[in-house]
């Protein structure tokens, strides 16, 4: 999986901006606590499978929840953990927690 840090507040304008773009099938976020079981699970289900045909952040909600906050009322979502976001046309069209973070579900909602 090739992650992106998402570590500072700029980088939710650059992720809403870069959502727009045409070749963009979505930016995925990805919601992880470090000290969370299910979490990890949630994680390693993902890395198993390579990549998606997106721009995956990750987000370690223990150093950085400040942004997470954000992330909620930006798109008006719920905030879990563990937690898959994907961003389209400045909105959040797809979110999964816990069990339901697939890999195939994922990349299927991308390719609908």
């Known amino acids: 999986m090739d992650w992106l840090l998402l570590s500072e507040e700029n980088q939710l304008v650059e ?3 870069r959502s727009f773009e045409p070749d963009i099938k979505g930016i995925i976020l990805f919601k992880h606590s470090t000290r969370c079981g299910i979490s990890s699970m ?3 289900r ?3 499978y390579g990549n ?4 995956v952040y990750y987000l370690d909600l223990l150093s950085y929840r400040n942004l997470s906050d954000k992330i909620a009322g930006q798109y008006d979502v719920e905030h879990q953990s ?3 976001i994907i961003i389209k ?5 797809y979110t999964a927690s816990h069990s339901e973070i697939d890999f195939a579900s ?7």
């Open 106 to 112: 994922i990349q299927t909602f991308l390719n609908s």
């Open 42 to 44: 949630a994680k390693s």
């Open 89 to 93: 046309n400045g909105k959040c069209v």
């Open 82 to 84: 563990p937690q898959v």
């Open 15 to 17: 992720i809403y901006e």
């Open 46 to 48: 993902l890395e198993r």
């Open 52 to 55: 998606f045909d997106a721009p």
